[in-house]
């Protein structure tokens, strides 16, 4: 086996990969009408790949330059002994690894806020489309509500610092934007908007509840006073700072404004299949890999030839009525 350090993880157009999306299950407790169907079928558990190799996936790409990680899902809580992995990789930071981070819909937030801050984390992102009960029992298929709340605010207690995700859904959650933005900021949370992603089948029309971010934008702006802000935070968003708030508001935006110019970012699956970007087809077995007789020497065949077949960009479109999504995978098997 070579001595020789890992090749940092650069893509033929130059772009640096320092940020690592790790699904750790496709699992969910809700059923989001927008990600999956009410009946969703859910890998088997033996193609899922254990802990001990999700952790060696996360030291692979460390070593190789990557900064910053976000554990995903389906919902990365329900997956049974999961904190074994984050007080593993929280060890890491440090030596290699700036930030971990975990995205949740927040119902078992409550359980586990304590144990994340002492991890490591620092930093949660929970996914919240709406405060009014009946409307999220109807979003998500479960009345679920306020646990996620109670998950929330044990997170502020604990130390963590939290963001609110809210995908901006027309005719849903369209008129409740501005009342779910003062509420995420007066409780101190960063908030983001994100459009929906045509990705996956799913029993309804994504095209009825699209709603453009430019237009939300333009909505906020005859309410308050908006600024264009400086702050990253390692993903897609761009932010502003409302004056009147004074909290930050993030918009994501797949569709309406291509953001691929600068990423840095890479995803892989909970069996350990790695997407070079979220909009593409594109993947390299990394669990093959891992279970192969030289899994150092395969690694590195495996990431050069992910940084070789990194696309430019994505094409997200979600155009018509009717119209198949971009992906026939869901996002909860990519990790959000």
């Known amino acids: 086996m070579s001595s020789a350090a890992p090749l940092p993880l650069i893509d033929r157009f130059a772009r640096r990969i320092t940020y690592l999306r790790l699904s750790v299950t496709d699992r969910c407790d809700l059923r989001c009408a927008y990600c999956m169907p009410e009946r969703m079928t859910f890998l088997p558990r033996a193609e899922v790949l254990t802990l001990e190799e999700l952790h060696k996936v996360a030291l692979a790409f460390i070593a190789?330059?990557?900064t910053k990680?976000?554990?995903t899902g389906g919902e990365p809580l329900v997956r049974r002994?999961?904190?074994e992995l984050v007080r593993a990789l929280g060890r890491e930071i440090g030596s290699g690894l700036e930030e971990l981070t975990l995205t949740t819909n927040g119902t078992r937030l409550a359980e586990f806020a304590d144990d994340l801050r002492a991890a490591g984390v620092e930093r949660v992102n929970v996914s919240l489309d709406t405060l009014d009960r009946a409307l999220f029992a109807k979003l998500t298929r479960r009345d679920s509500l306020p646990q996620v709340l109670e998950g929330?605010?044990?997170a502020r207690a604990a130390g963590l610092k939290v963001k609110i995700n809210a995908v901006a859904l027309k005719g849903l959650n369209e008129a409740e934007i501005p009342a779910l933005v003062e509420w995420a900021h007066g409780h101190g949370h960063a908030m983001t908007l994100i459009e929906v992603m045509p990705l996956g089948e799913?029993?309804?029309d994504r095209?009825?509840?699209y709603l453009p971010l430019?237009?939300?934008?333009r909505d906020l702006e005859a309410r308050w006073t908006l600024t264009d802000s400086d702050a990253r935070s390692g993903g897609p968003a761009r932010y502003v700072d409302i004056a009147e708030t004074g909290g930050r508001l993030g918009f994501i935006t797949?569709?309406?404004?291509?953001?691929c110019a600068g990423c840095n970012r890479v995803r892989v699956t909970a069996t350990g299949q790695l997407f070079m970007c979220l909009g593409g087809e594109g993947q390299v077995d990394l669990r093959a890999a891992l279970r192969s007789d030289a899994p150092e020497a395969a690694l590195e065949t495996a990431f050069a030839r992910a940084m070789g077949e990194k696309p430019e960009r994505h094409h997200f479109e979600i155009n018509a009525p009717g119209a198949a999504p971009a992906l026939a995978r869901h996002m909860s098997m990519t990790g959000g």
């Open 64 to 66: 190789r330059g990557v």
């Open 69 to 71: 990680i976000r554990l």
């Open 81 to 83: 002994d999961m904190m």
């Open 152 to 154: 929330i605010a044990a």
């Open 202 to 204: 799913v029993e309804g």
């Open 207 to 209: 095209f009825d509840h």
């Open 214 to 217: 430019d237009a939300v934008r």
């Open 254 to 259: 797949p569709l309406t404004s291509n953001f």
